[in-house]
């Protein structure tokens, strides 16, 4: 019997960065992970070419500052990479052309990719009434309705391929997209509260810099690091290997007073606290026993199947510059593929000189038989897209698929009734936390955020014992929980 203040089920991004802000205040925690290393779907490695494949994220965005303060502390910084001009361009197909994607509103005003009927229309945003604030509205019906269905075509629907791998049709968008809600919901329009928020972010460099700090203007945009996403849980995995249980798989969770019991491995782990940062099917197993209810809810939420192949081409077989951080196609395109990352341009040092990388889509929603073929069959399939696409007049150097049979969670319309139901348990089972990427967003950023602010709810909660401790029972009120404060 391994006795702690709390253990973490699961090590990908939200249960490794839990780990990191409980273990820094030197917290007795625990973290088991049932894969021989931390990252869950964030892996990155290089193949036999020396190419650097990513199975998962390919990208963050910055802004978030639990995600600045993780990497500081991880001392990554001089290993983030970002985007050169060169990957500028974001490129979305209409009637088989690729156009640059406007990025600005006086992009949006030349932009060959609307007509100008269809920019007309999007620019009386402004004067568009919001939605009731009790009302659900799909992606589709939100975005149609303030900007017209062609900036839904060919605009939005590509974009939610490249997020969620989902569909627009059946995402609701006050879950999928919590901060362009509040934006319609305070503001009355996105246009006008867009524009607000660059106002107080251009007041706030300004005062910032005139201060001298620069703690107000934190650098925007997508990066990565030189050996991808992966080198974050790496990096975890590498300060905190004494606190982790690794080829470890939880089988059986037991709740006894105050006290969870967790059994992996033929060891048992207790704690008052219990922190389940697994995918939702995985967590719905565990709690299945216990909780069946909530176990039929949280597997009952749609994860589509998606292919990511990751290919590498002699540079002069490639007709396209691949000028951009890569292309999105619309569903109206009926193409084979979702989009794919120009990888060799968005980053540097992720393909050997000479040779382009590719990182292509395939599946989502929208389209989940097309990965139901060999691996042979999708690899031929997604080439032959490329090809026709880019102008690429050879075979790949090297083909790498990794395949996510339940892929990203879609928060669709209704998704109210699973955030309750969580709610609901963990209220009935006090030191019990559900905090998979089907609860709080699913990019990076968000998944960093919901592990480190649970992590410092519970530091909080441990200087008030009364709060974490059933004082009634003789068991509970861990002597360890001193330890961390
Ligand atoms: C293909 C793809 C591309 C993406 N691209 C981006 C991107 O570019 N940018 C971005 O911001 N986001 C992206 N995302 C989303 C983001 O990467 C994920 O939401 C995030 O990594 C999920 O992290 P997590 O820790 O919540 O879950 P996971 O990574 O799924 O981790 C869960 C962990 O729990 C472990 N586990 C499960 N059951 C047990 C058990 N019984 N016992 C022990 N361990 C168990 C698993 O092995 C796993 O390691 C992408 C997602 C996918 C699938």
Redesign the pocket.
């Known amino acids: 019997m391994s006795r702690h203040d709390v253990i973490i ?8 960065s839990a780990l990191h802000r409980l273990a820094r205040e030197g917290a007795n925690v625990i973290l ?4 021989m290393c ?5 892996r990155s490695r290089r193949n036999a070419h020396g190419a650097l494949v ?8 910055s802004g978030t500052p639990e995600l600045a303060a993780l990497i500081a502390d991880l001392q990554l910084a001089d290993k983030v990479v970002r985007p050169g001009e060169a990957a500028a361009n974001r490129y979305i197909m209409r009637d088989g052309a690729l156009l640059v994607a406007p990025t600005t509103p006086r992009e949006f005003l030349r932009t060959a990719l609307f007509n100008r009927r269809t920019r007309l229309r999007a620019l009386r945003e402004r004067f568009v009434a919001p939605a009731p604030a009790d009302r659900e509205e799909s992606v589709a019906q939100f975005v149609e309705r303030r900007l017209g269905r062609d900036v839904l075509d060919y605009a939005v629907d590509p974009f939610i391929s490249g ?1 969620y ?1 989902g569909r627009p049709e059946h995402l609701s968008f006050r879950h999928a997209f919590p901060r362009l809600h509040s934006l319609e919901q305070t503001h009355g329009s996105l246009i006008r509260g867009a524009m607000r928020m660059q106002r107080q972010r251009r007041k706030a460099r300004k005062h910032a810099s005139k201060e001298g700090s620069s703690a107000a203007a934190p650098e925007r945009g997508i990066f990565s690091f030189t050996e991808g ?1 992966g080198m974050l849980p790496q990096t975890i995995q590498e300060y905190w290997h004494d606190l982790l249980r690794l080829d ?4 059986r969770l037991e709740r006894n007073g105050a006290l969870w019991s967790v059994h ?1 491995g033929g060891e048992t782990y207790t704690a008052p606290d219990l922190i389940i ?3 939702a099917d ?2 719905a ?2 709690l299945a026993p216990i909780q069946p209810e909530l176990g039929e809810v949280l597997r009952r939420i749609e994860h589509p199947p ?1 292919a ?1 192949a990751t290919m590498l081409y002699g540079q002069p077989a490639v007709t396209h510059p691949l000028d951009g951080f890569g292309l999105l196609i619309p569903s109206s395109e009926h193409r084979r593929i979702l989009g794919v990352i120009f990888s060799s341009t968005l980053f540097p040092g992720r393909a050997p000189e000479g040779t382009v990388l590719l990182t292509a ?1 395939a599946g989502g929603a929208r389209d989940p038989h097309r990965t139901a073929v060999s691996d042979e069959e999708l690899l031929y399939e997604i080439h032959g897209e490329l090809r026709r696409i880019l102008g690429i007049a050879s075979k790949p150097l090297s083909c790498d698929l ?1 395949r ?1 049979p339940r ?2 969670p879609q928060y669709n319309l209704g998704y109210q009734h699973v955030l309750d139901a969580i709610a609901a348990t963990e209220e009935r089972m006090p030191g019990l936390h559900l ?3 089907y609860r709080g967003g ?6 960093v955020k ?2 480190w602010q649970l992590a410092e709810r519970l530091l909080a909660a441990a200087i008030t014992p009364p709060a974490v401790a059933d004082l009634n029972n003789p068991e509970s009120g861990s002597e360890n929980m001193e330890e961390m404060e």
């Open positions: 089920i699961g090590g990908g991004l939200t249960g490794a088991l992970e049932r894969q931390l990252g869950g779907v964030a990513e199975s998962g994220p390919n990208s963050a965005q997020i791998a996403m470890c798989m939880v089988e992996a940062a697994t995918e995985a967590a197993t565990l998606l990511v889509f990794q996510w892929s990203i905090l998979g990427s699913v990019s990076v950023g968000d998944r919901a592990g």
